[in-house]
């Protein structure tokens, strides 16, 4: 029997569920995680130049996100409208730590600046990709986390104000809220623009120049992007969030770039053929949801179907959610009778079993209605597209609101936790996304 990662066991229904055991306690981070991730992070960090003309250059900060397709991601504002810009990874000294020396990298700016196409942008959630024409020797894309940040959490970033006298300054910051939001920021003196999209608001201070830079968490990951030129604000900062990034970078006209990225030569062939065409997903058509125990109301059940329909076909994973008045072929009354840890067996026997004859690589809900209970398990087959960490913020959601008798608004609520983790939910007039 295949290894599962199962993430929620058998919950009565009631509020006092709630206070079952919450889950192990995350370590405290070191006292000098920051410096650590300062140096992880720093390696895949640009200083952004876009040349506007008459003389106006605009400067900020970005991220390589994609090695093999060369992109780096930054603010819409800070590449504007042009086609081309030119980006400066950090150049290292003697010693091994970064120059942050501006007069360095405008000196040497032949040597060490790296011009690359302007290929896609965002408008409405200020981000854009620059298509570099070379990734230096040794330089990682920086990893996206699977979640957005929570209010409280330690973040730290990375960027390039034009009041100070160096490159590539560490700023420290906790989350205050992460939202949705509508603001205004200056893309020159004489133009200010108006942006929509969730973001990430912190307590660290930025300025002109970090736009376009990685807000990242505690293990280096990106979290969000510096906004920056935020107008009529005082003692926060704003940063795009992830799920805004991933959206961004799942669109079909920058999945289809080719990957350049250098392969083993016995396999060179074999990658060819997939930067053409895609991976197929591993079935043809969504496993069926189905909400025998009405659970939920018609309305609300009926968005499962295309959640995992997109789930499918844009990222290869599973969803099947099903409920029962009882489990197929148990009492009722013995499964009452049993302790905790008996139901919980045969709710892990049941949902080892579904997914092992469906084939499943995603993520399986069972909810159980006659006693009231659920099982949340991830197949070990897709836990590299799907973490663990967002299937446990689904399970804990789902417990949540199950237990405040909140139904419809659980299913909601784990639905959009899953296509956000994947760059798929839905965002306010995407059909006008604009396109390079």
Known sequence: MSRLLALALLVPFTPGALAQPADPPTAPAPADVGAGVYRDVLRSTVWVHSDRGSGRLATGTGTLVDRGRRLVLTNYHVVGDVKRATVFFPDYGRDQRAISDRKHYLDNANRLGIPGDVVEIDKEGDLALVRIDKVPDGVPALALAAESPDPGQTVHSVGNPGKSGALWVY??????QVYGKKWR????????LTFEAKVIETDSPTNPGDSGGPLVNDKGQLVGVTQG????AQ???????????KRLLNRRSVQTLRSTEAVAANSQVKDKAKDKEPAKPHRDAALKSKDEAKFFSDEAFAKVQPAADKLLKEKGLDLLIETFDTLPNQDAAKLKAMSAADRTKVLKEFAEGRL?????VGLYVVVNKNPGSLYVVLAEAASKKLSDEVATKVKQTLLKNFGEKKFDAGLADALKILLDSQGLGEKKDEKKEDKK
Do not use: N, Q
């Open 171 to 176: 700023t420290p910051g906790k989350v205050r």
């Open 185 to 192: 920021a200056k893309l020159d003196e004489r133009t200010v």
């Open 229 to 232: 030129g935020a107008i009529d």
């Open 235 to 245: 003692l926060l900062s704003t940063f795009v969030d992830l799920s805004e990034v």
């Open 356 to 360: 092992k004859g469906e084939k499943m």
